[in-house]
């Protein structure tokens, strides 16, 4: 029995989220996602007009007389949200903690995703996969996401995005949509998000929250690694160290960003202070310039 709390957060985001895609990103998602690869259809006999260049040389070969390959746009994508359920998501100094925004992305997708009848698939990652849930449709189905991406309990607390990239490789094999929602601390995941691009059409979701670049003044801190444990005490009121805080962060956006750019990886940059809509829709805007 699912109790009644998380039964009315979920029906609450499904208002919310399902508002939004109707009166905001209708068509948006369709124009940017949809027919964007093909898949194979049949062999038939080569008949004139046909482009040489889908002829089959192998069946031609066989047959003793030219035969193509004919390929027809995608009816439907498979979406795959890959969710990070780290210790680090439990982390939100204004309205929400970056999971809750994660979750409320997530549902946006997903009903995008149903509303233009595609399968909607759900990977939950640590530092291991925590849970898989094959893509399919259905409204049904995408309420069980919702409730996983909010309630599940990790086991794990640490990030490994590479062995999340390495089981969603495995898992899917046709091309489809994979949604990376996270707020990247991690590293050495980039060689294998670069291969993986190449056969999906990846789009990287950073979630942060503003304490991350600017610590405020409130005197001597102990701060605890949501990922590790380890507890530390700052003095929030040192110039100095403010400073040097604020430029790693500053250094560690500029090397993500720069490697998501290297391997031709769409990316937004979503913030738990700020609305998430306007960067959602100039993300569909200038995705969708792209593709004219």
Not at 22 to 48: C, L, Q, T, W
Not at 68 to 92: A, H, N
Request: hydrophobic share 40%; aromatic share 10%.
């Amino acid at each position: 029995m699912i109790p009644k709390e998380i039964l009315r957060k979920v029906k609450q985001i499904e208002i919310r989220t399902g508002k939004l895609v109707n009166d905001v990103f209708a068509g948006k998602y369709e124009s940017i996602f949809k027919g964007r690869g093909m898949e194979f259809h049949e062999v038939r006999e080569y008949v004139p007009g046909d482009d040489i260049r889908s002829i089959d040389w192998n069946v031609t070969a066989r047959a003793g007389h030219p035969y193509v390959k004919k390929f027809v746009e995608e009816r439907e994508l498979t979406v795959l949200l890959m969710v990070d359920v780290s210790g680090s998501g439990y982390f939100g100094t204004k309205n929400k903690m970056k999971r809750d925004v994660m979750a409320e992305i997530g549902a946006l997708l997903a009903f995008s995703a149903i509303k233009n009848n595609d399968k909607v698939g759900l990977l939950l990652f640590t530092d291991h996969v925590e849970k898989f849930i094959a893509p399919k449709k259905g409204k049904a189905h995408v309420l069980r996401v919702i409730r996983e991406m909010l309630y599940h309990d990790p086991k794990g607390k640490k990030t490994d995005i590479r062995s999340a990239l390495e089981y969603a490789g495995k898992v899917t094999k046709k091309r489809c949509v994979i949604f990376i929602l996270s707020d990247f601390m991690d590293s050495g995941y980039e060689r294998l998000l670069r291969i993986l691009n190449k056969r999906h059409d990846i789009v990287g979701i950073a979630i942060s929250d503003p304490r991350e670049s600017h610590l405020p003044d409130m005197g001597l801190v102990e701060f605890e690694d949501a990922e590790t444990g380890e507890m530390i005490y700052l003095d929030t009121g040192d110039a100095l160290l403010k400073k040097e805080f604020a430029a790693r962060r500053t250094l560690f956006k500029e090397s993500r960003d720069k490697a998501f750019r290297s391997m031709g990886l769409d990316s937004i940059e979503l913030s738990t202070d700020r609305s998430y809509i306007e960067p959602l829709m100039l993300f569909f805007k200038t995705r969708a310039r792209r593709f004219r």
